[in-house]
């Protein structure tokens, strides 16, 4: 999988252009404001539906423009897919081959891309709803129609919810834990079927970015041989949780409330990790999705590392460019120094100069 074309159009602060990116490494650098990341942002914004900034329509437009338009070809196996997203302060609409997506998945199918961000490392350690996006992103890339389904999840529970705070009556409420229960077991089956999948990926990758031996997992906290099982599971909790549920006026048991634990050596790594041991996990997660998508799918996903030179040694930056070079993935790596990317030789990374929202030549 591979992007051949990018084209921005008053998107942040980049500057109306044609990027012609190439296979393998391209390092975008240049000083910090200069619109780095923003390039990141664009071409994430294909393969997830959103912003990892979180960032509103209004914020991705230039202030005095009033869309702004982004498109892709990327090639897959010979075959060239286009896509276009437009963005206007009320809305954004995708186009696949010049024609609205649908089901919206398609366009998830076009372009997979992973990103790796130090943004995300402090709530990935604190917050349980990180994790969970954590893998819900990766069921994502593994199968883009789990998005449908985890979209009825949150419908399902946004509706309980509020018969809940309404001090609804049981009959009423019934029918919707019902679809909660139904629901909610799809969604944990999915994550323990993907962390399954991953698991082998997750060990192998650390130990070959970590040069060490310690033994990574990561453990979700409801297991079930089957949906059946899950859906009892998620029931009984439920219903033992339902007079603290009356009292709070929410759902305090389901998907939405599981907690994910990375550990190593068997320990939660949150509180044994040092920082450096834990951005060298979640990279080893992304290099592990890495390659649990390229077998099934058949494609590398594009990568996506922003600000790499922050956030890796010297050792581990040349064990992850030598998986990097051997996997044939198109990668994109931001930094502000381009010097120590050198040493991997011109053949190996294609540098492209940002200044002030522009690439320059060179």
């Known amino acids: 999988m591979q992007i051949d074309k990018l084209y921005f159009e008053h998107f942040r602060n980049l500057k109306t252009q044609h990027i012609d990116p190439k296979a393998g490494i391209n390092i975008i650098w240049g000083e910090n404001g200069q619109g780095k990341t923003n390039l990141l942002e664009g071409i994430y914004l294909f393969a997830h539906l959103k912003s990892f900034r979180g960032a509103g329509n209004i ?3 230039q202030a005095q423009g009033d ?3 982004i498109s892709a070809s990327v090639k897959r196996s010979q075959v060239s897919r286009q896509l276009e997203l437009k963005i206007l302060p009320t809305g954004r609409s995708f186009l696949l081959d010049g024609k609205k997506p649908r089901p919206v998945e398609s366009l998830l199918e076009a372009l997979r891309a992973i990103l790796f961000t130090p943004d995300e490392l402090y709530p990935l350690r604190t ?4 994790r969970r996006s954590l893998i819900d992103r990766g069921i994502f890339q593994r199968d883009p129609a789990y998005l449908a389904r985890a979209i009825q999840y949150e419908r ?8 809940l705070r ?3 009556g049981a009959d009423e409420i019934l029918p919707w834990t019902r679809k909660l229960i139904e629901s909610g077991a799809q969604i944990r089956q999915a994550r323990q079927v993907f962390i399954a999948e991953l698991q082998p990926y997750l060990r192998f990758g650390h130990e070959l970015l970590s040069g060490e031996q310690e033994v ?4 979700y906290p409801s297991a079930a041989d089957s949906l059946a099982q899950h859906q009892e599971l998620l029931a009984a909790e439920l219903q033992g949780g339902a007079a603290r549920e009356s009292r709070l006026g ?3 048991a389901g998907p939405h409330r599981d907690d994910p634990v990375f550990t190593m050596n068997g320990a939660a790594v949150r509180h044994v990790a040092s920082q450096g041991q834990w951005r060298t996990l979640i990279l080893s997660f992304k290099i592990a999705l890495m390659s649990l998508l390229q077998e099934r799918i058949g494609a590398w996903p594009v990568l996506l590392f922003d600000d790499m030179s922050a956030e890796l040694d010297t050792a581990r930056q040349e064990r992850l460019f030598s998986l990097l070079t051997d996997s044939k993935a198109q990668v994109f790596v931001t930094t502000t120094d381009l010097q120590p990317f050198l040493r991997f030789g011109r053949a190996t990374i294609h540098p492209l100069h940002m200044v002030a929202g522009e690439i320059q030549p060179g």
Not at 127 to 130: C, G, K, N, T
Not at 156 to 163: D, F, I, M
Not at 216 to 219: F, W
């Open 166 to 168: 309404e001090r609804a």
């Open 250 to 252: 929410l759902t305090c």
């Open 216 to 219: 990574v997992e990561l453990l």
């Open 67 to 69: 869309h702004a338009r």
């Open 127 to 130: 917050l349980p709803a990180a």
């Open 59 to 61: 914020d991705l437009i």
């Open 156 to 163: 399902v529970l946004k509706q309980r919810n509020r018969l």
